[in-house]
Nanobody, 119 residues
Framework: VQLQASGGGLVQAGGSLRLSCRASGSIRSINAIDWYRQAPGKTRDLVAR???????GYADSVKGRFTISSDNAKTTVYLQTQSLKPEDTAVYYCHADVLTTSGNRYVGWGQGTQVTVSS
C-alpha cells in the first residue's frame, strides 16, 4: 500500500490550498484516511478524519475552515483548507487504515506535504 500526499505550498494568510492523499496498491477496503500535521518542535496532531461511512471529524482548531472529502472510490482523500492562518504552517501527513486484498490490516503514513502560511 502506498500513500501519496500532494498539494502543499506557500500561501498568504486568508488563502486556501487543497491537499490530496492518494492510496494505491493492494487495497480491499479503506477503514479511514486521516490528515495530521506537525509544526517544527511540536507533536504530530490529528487535523481531520474521514471514516469508511463517509463521516468526518475535525480538530477544533480547523473546524469551519477545513473540509475533508473523497472521490467516489474513496481512495483519494482531499483536505480543502481555507482562511489559512500562520499557525496552520506545518508538514501535513496523510494516514490510512486499510484492509488489504490479502486480508491484512495496513496502517501507515504518506510522505508529508509542506504548508506554509505567511502573515
Amino acid at each position: 500500500v502506498q500513500l501519496q500526499a500532494s498539494g502543499g505550498g506557500l500561501v498568504q494568510a486568508g488563502g486556501s490550498l487543497r491537499l490530496s492523499c492518494r492510496a494505491s496498491g493492494s487495497i480491499r477496503s479503506i477503514n479511514a484516511i486521516d490528515w495530521y500535521r506537525q509544526a517544527p518542535g511540536k507533536t504530530r496532531d490529528l487535523v481531520a478524519r474521514m471514516a469508511s461511512d463517509g463521516s468526518a471529524g475535525y480538530a477544533d482548531s480547523v473546524k469551519g475552515r477545513f473540509t475533508i472529502s473523497s472521490d467516489n472510490a474513496k481512495t483519494t482523500v482531499y483536505l480543502q483548507t481555507q482562511s489559512l492562518k500562520p499557525e496552520d504552517t506545518a508538514v501535513y501527513y496523510c494516514h490510512a487504515d486499510v484492509l488489504t486484498t490479502s486480508g491484512n490490516r495496513y496502517v501507515g503514513w504518506g510522505q508529508g506535504t509542506q504548508v506554509t502560511v505567511s502573515s
